[in-house]
């Protein structure tokens, strides 16, 4: 309780740190328009900006620059709507766009080219909001932005856990963001930056997964970007279950600007600004903006960087008990960027997280009695690096090339001992050591032969450094024994095509095609794709889409040795799956939204024992590295309906209900179908929340109340053979009885509150996330407890406070 006590002060000083008088305040919007496809500038395409709360307002006007930017200066803060339109183009209707003092809004506008049937000239205006950024996929995604990350209750900025308020995504635990798409494991899960495969980007993670408990993204880095939840476009591939797609902003090229966030998971800051040195003395508006196009038209620069270090040790330090265990991390992640006229634009960019959790243990018996995880000290650690350098060019109107140089690494590490009696004698019962390298050259080509026809099409060659090690102790021979060691290199090779062929604008066809080779043991998967969207008016559409998709196991598996010290799984092939997926969408009104999807995945080539017939298979695995000897004989199918109805943001409201019905079922050596671990049959959620405004027409301040309601039906555990369990001093289960046990159904009720202040170049947030407000004790499993010699079952997390405060000048 005492440091719920500590929490609770904190967030009192914070409520008071208002000690500024606020003003009638203004800031400047501003933003550049293209093309979507081929992402050249659109010159002259008009800009008319009016307030969301008043649509009674005379909008006001700009016209793009030779770059494709506009700007408009000193429009008083709150919500607006901007609709773009150019001749030939679909115009695009962006809402709720806000204004705060502390930062300037800088938009990326994209247009689709139309297609002009006849003699029709009026393109009906579209609102993008549920639209994916890629052009590419056309259903079973859609666009996340920063915003919905720290407005959903208990997101924490992590994409991740906001990604559970969407259909057919579930947690798999609520000690980390690990997260279950369609029934599929969680480490199916691909993660992309700057459109190239990263390693898993969360702090605390294990080898193999896709998930941590803390995210090391950065919101401040972050834009709008995608999320995919089956039938990926051709470009992704190493991927079973789903793809974030993310994409990094460019910091603001006119004004240096800053971001300070102090709360319980770290103390952030952040900095943005030009390249170029800022002049001084006052300047008239209309040199201002001079100032902006000259430099827009003679090559600019921009940079980005965030810093964050773990505020848990900071209050560890302070002297304030926050468990047993001292948890630190930290974090940082830049990215730098460079326009450079007819040579194209280059970027540098990166993230990297430090993360390490000690136990110090202690021979007490007394103290044991009281803590008994004293007696199995610990130390583990998980590193993550990634830093990439891109070049884009256009040539003409017609054409895009894309190139990226990227290099990563991860760490992870696990040093667990245990006091002996009588002796007390510290012995060590597990290490594990893994390190992995990987550098990444790619390059993909986007051109338009015109509005009907569009390709795009790429390569990506991989280089994957290792040394792996993991030893355990062993009871018979009372020493540790080696489980694997290997170190050494590979490739990978990836190369995809799609085209797109609109006869019209209500009809949209894809083709393409995904290779993905392993060079380890020359495996080889051609993937073919395909989609097709029919809307037979602007109220709803319809979507077919089917993909062929592919993963490489986690690279120990390949070298786990036997006895002998052979290789068991030098051959093993990829994992495949043929995913079906049918849309329809429905929108009523404007800001309304209706979707349900109905989808069938038949996983094949799955990782099975080999060595016996048993229910083992790759697909219930969480994460990590098996030793077993496998082969690719296992089966697997996800079937389900997935219903959502939404409404965006309007007036301060928006909601979205979820409701996904599946099952998720599996086949291992022994040919007999059983569910998988993660077959829940149901999963609903509710996520809504209310903003409010006051003081000055609710132009300076902002109260916002959040929640997210999540029910779903209970993961399965296989039977512990308590006998078996006694007789070797360890947990066994019923093999042959694998996942009968259904645990309890799951239920959560997160909350979040949020008030926003606005001053002079000043905007203050102060925000206020309980998960798991009703401290529901959700049964997450059971294990044999190798000391009371019973069986015994966790609980997943309690009730969490994740209080920040956040400036932005």
Same mark, same amino acid.
């Given at each position: ?127 993008? !909001? ?204 830049? $990215? ?37 995880? !004293? ?53 060590? $019962? ?91 043991? $020359? !495996? ?36 786990? !040795? ?57 697909? $219930? ?189």
């Amino acid at each position: 309780m005492q440091h719920k006590i500590y929490l609770l002060a904190l967030a009192a000083s914070l409520l008071f740190l208002c000690p500024f008088k606020t003003f009638s305040q203004t800031q400047n919007l501003k933003g550049q328009v293209i093309d979507k496809s081929v992402r050249f500038e659109l010159i002259g395409a008009t800009v008319r900006v009016a307030p969301s709360d008043n649509p009674e307002a005379v909008p006001v006007g700009a016209i793009t620059d030779e770059s494709g930017r506009f700007r408009l200066a000193n429009l008083p803060l709150g919500k607006y709507t901007v609709l773009v339109t150019y001749l030939g183009y679909r115009n695009a209707v962006l809402t709720n766009v806000t204004l705060d003092s502390g930062k300037e809004t800088d938009l990326l506008i994209e247009l689709e080219e139309a297609v002009l049937e006849q003699q029709e000239v009026v393109i009906t205006a579209t609102i993008d !909001k549920e639209k994916p950024l890629n052009d590419l996929s056309l259903l079973s995604t859609r666009t996340f932005s920063v915003e919905e990350t720290r407005r959903f209750a208990a997101a924490v900025n992590d994409p991740a856990r906001m990604a559970t308020s969407y259909a057919g995504v579930v947690a798999a635990d609520d000690g980390n963001n690990h997260i279950v798409i369609r029934g599929n494991a969680p480490n199916g899960l691909l993660w992309r930056m700057e459109g190239v495969d990263i390693p898993n980007p969360n702090h605390f993670s294990n080898v193999g997964t896709s998930g941590g408990g803390i995210s090391i993204l950065s919101s401040q880095l972050l834009t709008n970007s995608d999320f995919s939840t089956g039938a990926f476009a051709a470009e992704y591939g190493n991927a079973l279950s789903g793809v974030f797609d993310l994409k990094l902003r460019k910091g603001n090229s006119d004004r240096r600007e800053f971001t300070i966030q102090a709360g319980v998971l770290g103390l952030d800051v952040a900095a943005e600004g030009s390249f170029q040195a800022e002049r001084s003395g006052p300047a008239s508006a209309s040199a201002r903006q001079g100032s902006a196009d000259k430099k827009a038209t003679a090559g600019i620069g921009s940079y980005l960087v965030n810093y964050r270090y773990s505020t848990l040790s900071l209050i560890g330090k302070l002297g304030v008990p926050l468990g047993d265990a001292v948890t630190n991390f930290q974090d940082l992640s830049f $990215n730098l960027w460079r326009s450079s006229g007819k040579a194209g634009t280059f970027s540098l960019f990166g993230l990297g997280g430090l993360s390490k959790q000690t136990l110090e243990g202690s021979p007490d018996t007394a103290i044991w009695s009281e803590n008994l995880d !004293k007696r199995y000290p610990y130390v583990f650690l998980a590193n993550t690096g990634v830093i990439g350098m891109t070049h884009s060019k256009i040539w003409g109107s017609r054409t895009f090339l894309k190139t990226a140089l990227v290099f990563s690494g991860t760490e992870n590490g696990l040093d667990a001992k245990e006091y002996l009696l009588p002796d007390y004698k510290l012995r060590q $019962n597990f290490e594990t050591s893994s390190r992995q390298t990987k550098g990444t050259l790619s390059t993909v080509l986007s051109h338009k032969f015109n509005a009907r026809h569009f390709i795009r099409t790429g390569a990506y060659f991989n280089v994957l450094g290792f040394r792996l090690r993991q030893y355990r102790y062993d009871q018979e021979s009372e020493r540790l024994e080696e489980q694997l060691k290997q170190t050494g290199t590979s490739e990978t090779v990836q190369a995809f095509a799609q085209w797109q062929y609109r006869p019209t604008d209500r009809v949209r066809f894809n083709l393409g095609v995904h290779s993905l080779t392993m060079l380890l043991n $020359n !495996k080889v998967s051609i993937e073919p794709r395909a989609a097709l969207k029919y809307a037979p008016d602007a109220k709803q559409s319809f979507s077919l889409g089917y993909g062929l998709h592919s993963q490489v196991m986690p690279l120990g598996i390949y070298f786990v !040795k036997n006895e002998e010290h052979q290789r068991l799984n030098p051959d093993l092939d990829l994992s495949k799956a043929h995913h079906l997926v049918l849309a329809y969408d429905y929108f009523p009104r404007k800001k309304l939204h209706f979707k349900s999807e109905l989808y069938y995945q038949h996983l094949f080539n799955v990782p099975v024992d080999k060595a016996a017939p048993n229910s083992f298979s790759m697909l $219930n695995e969480r994460d990590g590295i098996v030793f077993r000897s496998l082969g690719n004989t296992g089966l697997g199918r996800n079937y389900g309906l997935e219903l959502t109805g939404e409404q965006f943001l309007t007036r301060g409201l928006y909601w979205m209900a979820t409701l996904s019905l599946y099952r998720s079922e599996y086949r291992g050596s022994d040919l007999v179908w059983r569910n998988t671990r993660f077959d829940s049959r149901y999963a609903g959620s509710i996520t809504a929340g209310k903003e409010w405004g006051w003081n000055r027409r609710g132009k300076n301040r902002s109260f916002g109340l959040n929640l997210k309601l999540i029910s779903t039906g209970g993961q399965l555990d296989t039977p512990i053979d308590i006998e078996a369990s006694k007789a070797k001093n360890e947990t066994v289960y019923v093999e042959d009885q694998a996942f009968a046990d259904r645990l309890p159904a799951y239920f959560r009720l997160d909350t979040g509150v949020r008030l926003k202040r606005n001053y002079r170049r000043l905007t203050t947030t102060l925000t206020l996330d309980l998960q798991n407000a009703t401290n529901r004790q959700n049964i997450g499993g059971k294990f044999f407890n190798t000391d009371t010699q019973q069986i015994e079952i966790w609980h997943q997390a309690p009730l969490i406070p994740v209080l920040a405060y956040r400036l932005e000048f």
